[in-house]
């Protein structure tokens, strides 16, 4: 917690780019801010000043409870028990300040030494995931992610499968965490994935939380295979952050009373509750089911015409000569590429790029460390992630210098310059 994660520090290079006023201007295809769909935005800015006109003094004068907002949390309870038929309750649900927020929570309650000193670790059980997991742990040895196993579809395609074989073998485990679907790849967990997944918290008796930051119910960035499940081994984290509120830091955990009444508690002990203005904003946007309007009209298709887009520039630019490989997946705001190739290196690639004024995020970021198994000395550094959050014009481009890139460094190498 007290250092830089290596996605973090990249943020440092592209506040100097934002300085450098010289040469052509900077390509960015590394952040996951969601893109600005002017229908989004217009909406969320009509909600917020409805909250501020409406509920200025009740939500920013007072102090508030610490599960959330009355009115929040009864239209999260009414917006999932109509959707998919639960029969949840307000002690079912508790509002944070963001899901990376939540997911620490759990990660400080339900990881770290037992009764003997033995750190029970979070665990990763489908790597590439969100390399601000990597942070959560305050135990040394406190997280460990498993390798996946890689299936290979066609002749630039690829995707990743949970290794359940592994699963079962990991000794040690106080919880278990994933993004569903998964930043970076956009890839959904199937039935028989999520099955191993609960059988596993079951029979060890630990939760697992499943983070919907991109999937159902909203917003929808990714076609999800499954619906959210309800089960009494399982924490739900929704966020509002890819549906177009990055900044204000508003989600929401679901999940038996037993797991969520200790992270109220823990809000409570830290920092009295969630912003409570924009809680009235997303109140809001649940009783109206605006959020299925924005979803399913506005976001999904945008993102999805994006990656389609994406997949057809990468295919006409890209060197067909090269083993490069895209993860699969119906939407979402990245590329995830693989370079199967022993003379590429993510970070030197990264670096190839700066110069051409241009960022990607190294793969090697949202893999668990210490980078020393096989796979991951070189699966795990040959991957790079692009965001499709800028402008067609500039994912044209940079998908453009990207190619030049891949080219000159495999040429460098070859004559060992």
Known sequence: MSRLSGIRSIMED???????????????????????IPEVVAAWNRLTQEALDDRFIESSTRYGPSRGTTGLVEAVVE????????????ENVVVGPGSQMLSFIATTLFTGPDADGVVQPLVL???????GYQGLSLDPGGIVGLDPLIVREDRHSFHYAVDTEALVRQSRMGMMLL????????SSVDAGELK?????AEQRDVPLVVDHAYGEPFPGVVQTRLAPVLHSHVINLFTLSKAGLPGERIAFAIGPAELIDPMVSFIANSAL?????????????LT????????????KPYYKSKRAMAEELLTATLPDSLDWRLHSS?????????????????????ELLKRKRMFIVPGRHFFAEPLTTPFLRTHGRRCIRLSLSADEWAVAEGIDRLGEALEELRASTRTGE
């Open 14 to 36: 592209i506040a100097a780019a934002g300085r450098d006023t010289g040469g052509s201007e900077w390509l960015n295809l590394s952040p996951g801010n969601p893109s600005h």
């Open 79 to 90: 917006y999932f028990n109509l959707t998919y038929g639960w029969s949840i309750g307000a």
């Open 125 to 131: 059980p489908r790597l590439p995931d969100y390399t």
């Open 179 to 186: 993004s569903n679907p998964a930043n970076p790849t956009g």
């Open 196 to 200: 191993a997944l609960i059988e596993t």
């Open 273 to 285: 509750h969630a912003p409570q203005l924009l809680q009235a904003a997303v109140e809001r946007s």
């Open 288 to 299: 109206t089911r605006l959020i299925d309007t924005l979803t399913t009209q506005h976001i």
């Open 330 to 350: 119906d939407g979402g705001m990245f590329c995830w590429l693989s370079v199967d190739h022993d003379w590429f290196d993510d970070l030197e690639l990264y």
